[in-house]
């Protein structure tokens, strides 16, 4: 079956760094998406890796290893408005998007 | 418009009763899906439209669920006889592609279905 994990939850502080880890097992591979998304609001477009390496975009960076079905989103310079949820998806040889439950990003002062 | 349109914002229907929702996706874009979010933040995708066709439908519950995207109008998705279980926000994304890695998806802001 096809398969996204993400940590459920991250705590970080407020001018840190944080990761969030994305492991997939799918049915082929057409990209790796990574969006954010606040409380009850709809998920926003962060970015989008197909070849494997870091794509750098401000304070976020998204990384990618195709071989080892492997994704991280970074981000810099932490801030409390960065507090969200974090989705991780990925396209399959269908076109269709799987996706992760999320991480739910908590930063503190 | 530059947005997807989704109505209504919320919507509380009886089990057993029918609901409707609507989506305008944002113009030019060729493609609608629909994803149901539960508690767990997990996105379960339904449907996918390219234009009024239907793209993939893989993720519908074919029993109570049926959607369309006619020419001129809103897309819909409709659910007859609710179930508990069918409680969650229902979002709609446009993009202007469905077959290309590049394919970004530009989300509503969602419809909240409870169902009591």
């Known amino acids: 079956g096809q398969n996204i994990d993400q940590p459920t939850e991250m705590t970080a502080t407020e001018g840190a760094i944080v990761q969030i880890n994305c492991t997939y097992q799918?049915?082929?591979?057409?990209?790796l998406f990574w969006y954010q998304q606040h409380a009850g609001e709809a998920p926003t477009f962060l970015s989008y890796n197909v070849l494997d390496g870091l794509e750098e975009k401000g304070r976020f960076s998204s990384f990618l290893s195709r071989s080892k079905g492997y994704s991280y989103l970074l981000l810099k310079e932490l801030q409390m408005k960065d507090s969200a949820s974090y989705l991780c998806?990925?396209?399959?040889?269908?076109?269709?998007?799987?996706w992760g439950a999320g991480t739910k990003l908590i930063i503190k002062p | 418009g530059e947005e997807v349109a989704q109505t209504p914002k919320h919507l509380v229907r009886g089990e057993g009763q029918k609901a409707k929702l609507y989506c305008a996706p944002i113009k030019g874009h060729s493609y609608v899906f629909w994803y149901q979010q539960v508690l767990k933040n997990e996105f379960k995708f339904l449907i996918s439209f390219q234009n009024e066709n239907v793209f993939d439908e893989t993720g519908m519950p074919k029993e109570r669920f049926s959607a369309k995207c006619l020419p001129n109008s809103p897309c819909s998705l409709e659910i007859q006889a609710t179930k508990l279980e069918d409680s969650a926000v229902y979002f709609c994304?446009?993009?202007?592609?469905?077959?290309?890695?590049?394919?970004?998806?530009?989300f509503g802001a969602g419809s909240r279905l409870t169902v009591l």
């Open positions: 998806a990925v396209m399959d040889s269908n076109y269709q998007l799987i």
């Open positions: 994304a446009s993009s202007q592609s469905g077959g290309s890695g590049a394919n970004v998806l530009t």
């Open positions: 799918t049915s082929g591979f057409n990209g």
